[in-house]
């Protein structure tokens, strides 16, 4: 063994403990070692017992620290990410109002919306008046590209933050779900029926102060399983996929695993709602003929 | 089983009235005790469940053990009640967060927040020629995982693996899962015993196996 043996492990060049873990953290090596012998050999321990003492001390820290990093850096920043994306959305599309209204006053026929606001942008501007009215348009189209770099990032994260649940909602509805609740941990310990009506908090409200009927779903409406269901199979195609994302936040949150069962349980459910609405509108035609 | 069969520190006790496996030390998931014995459940464990089997799995006791997929830290806090230093893979931050509390108090634990399918991520950490790899990873491509981390394992060691057919293929015929996986793992190891884990655990295949 050589001492260049030793540079390969976790230990190597005996240095404080912040590095130490770090390497243990982030290291790598093709091939592992005899490192408790390389270790003594070393002179980083004085003994196997006291290589493993260490080994234990800094294995603990070194993952302490990467689950909190992770923890924090996860589904608090999923928040942050859909809540920067619908501002940029909401404030591209107000200025893109703003920005056709006045670019109407400068040029011949503009077109509204963000479209509206990129063909002004590529314009020649003449004088001080169309110099700010292409640029307010820039800012426009810049926002929108803000608001599409910001999706791409859901996509990437939620999977990471919350397996199951990006796996059955997709990333973005995972993300605005967990945003909603305030956080994975807090969404995985709502019941269904809250997780059914998040984001219908109004409508909610309006119904318990008995202005109005119990909503039937919140923003799991943007669902596939929910808006493409007929309207009168929409409240238990609601109640069902709610009844699965739950659990599916809840594996999420408390093992990290994917859970396959939980995929195959909602697509055989919304199967089943399918197939009774084709059952009955067949047998209404009959019916009618 | 015969208990001559158990490694030295796993012993069938008489915890709350009943006959359970049982290791010593300090209690992890609210598991029932006895003078300081702690109840082994073979529900919640598969290599608990191959012991209550009667798979001969080479353990004897003090051995050098890596661990992929330890979760919280259920079995792997048995298997370091009774092997020597254990070496606890999971890639999952939250679970790993309770792992932590199982290593604490278990002074040749080690916890290791890492990917078992990139095992360079942890090999300048986890000594060569252990005496035993577990693995429970329950992810797609479990074989794969296996002979990956083949490179730890001693010429003579044992690879206790619990295969879990719903994570390769939720639709196929567990057989043909299992079929699969074997014919992948022969690959690298010699397969010694397979049986499944039904009793305990539903489409499970417990295999050991030793590198070829
Ligand atoms: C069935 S659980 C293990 C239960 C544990 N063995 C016990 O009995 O206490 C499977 C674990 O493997 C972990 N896992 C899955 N793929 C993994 C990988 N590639 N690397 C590390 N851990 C993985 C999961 O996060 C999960 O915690």
Redesign the pocket.
Same mark, same amino acid.
């Given at each position: 063994m050589t001492d260049t043996d030793a540079e390969a492990g976790w230990f190597a060049g005996r240095a404080a403990v912040a590095a130490a873990r770090d390497r243990i953290a982030n290291g790598e090596a093709d091939q592992p070692r005899d490192w408790p012998a390389l270790a003594v050999a070393s002179g980083f321990a004085d003994s196997t017992d006291d290589y493993y003492d260490r080994l234990h001390e800094e294995t603990l820290g070194a993952t302490r620290e990467t689950v909190r990093e992770r923890e924090r850096a996860d589904d608090q920043q999923l928040i942050h990410v859909v809540r920067a994306m619908d501002d940029c959305e909401r404030t591209a599309n107000e200025l893109a109002e703003r920005a056709a209204e006045w670019a109407g006053s400068l040029f011949d026929d503009p077109e509204p919306g963000i479209e509206g606001a990129r063909a002004v942008a590529d314009r020649e501007p003449d004088g001080e008046l169309e110099r700010r009215a292409v640029s307010l348009a820039g800012r426009v189209t810049g926002l929108a590209a803000e608001r599409d770099a910001l999706a791409e990032t859901i996509d990437r994260i939620a999977p990471a933050v919350a397996p199951n649940l990006a796996e059955m909602a997709g990333a973005e509805l995972a993300a605005r779900l967990i945003a909603l609740a305030g956080g994975l941990e807090s969404l995985a310990k709502k019941p269904s029926g809250t997780v059914q009506v998040l984001g219908a908090e109004d409508a909610l409200f309006a119904h318990l102060s008995g202005r109005a009927p119990s909503p039937k779903h919140g923003i799991i409406y943007t669902h596939d399983y929910v808006r493409n269901t007929r309207p009168e199979d929409r409240g238990s195609a609601a109640r069902a996929l709610a009844g699965k994302l739950t659990l599916a936040a809840r594996v999420d949150y408390y093992?990290?695993?994917r859970r396959a069962t939980l995929h195959e349980e909602i697509r055989e459910r919304m199967a089943t709602i399918r197939a009774r609405a084709e059952a009955e509108s067949d047998g209404g035609a009959e019916g009618g003929a | 089983m015969s208990d001559s069969d158990l490694p030295a520190g796993v012993e069938r006790r008489e915890i709350a009235g009943e006959t359970r496996l049982a290791t010593r030390g300090p209690p992890v998931y609210g598991e029932p005790t006895a003078d300081g014995w702690r109840a082994w459940d073979p529900r919640? $464990?598969?290599l608990g469940g191959m012991f209550e089997l009667g798979f001969v799995t080479g353990l004897t006791g003090g051995e050098t053990v890596l661990y992929? %997929? &330890?979760? $919280? %830290? +259920? +079995?792997?806090s048995h298997v370091a009640d009774f092997a020597g230093p254990t070496y606890a /893979?999971?890639? &999952?931050p939250r679970?790993a967060r309770d792992l932590l509390d199982a290593a604490r108090p278990r002074d040749r634990l080690f916890p290791l927040l890492? !990917? &078992?399918?990139k095992p360079e991520s942890y090999a300048h950490v986890v000594e060569v020629d252990v005496d035993a790899i577990v693995q !429970?990873? &329950? +992810?797609r491509g479990q074989a794969t /995982?296996a002979a990956r981390n083949a490179r730890f394992l001693a010429d003579d060691g044992r690879l206790l693996l619990a295969v879990k057919a719903r994570s390769e293929d939720a639709t196929a015929d567990p057989s043909d899962v299992f079929d699969a996986a074997l014919d992948e793992l022969r690959e690298t190891y010699e397969i010694l015993e397979t049986r499944r884990l039904d009793r305990y655990h539903e489409d499970h295949l417990g295999v050991v196996a030793t590198p070829q």
């Open positions: 093992s990290g695993e | 919640r $464990s598969k992929l %997929g &330890a979760a $919280s %830290g +259920t +079995t792997v /893979v999971e890639f &999952a679970p890492k !990917d &078992a399918r !429970d990873v &329950a +992810t /995982v």
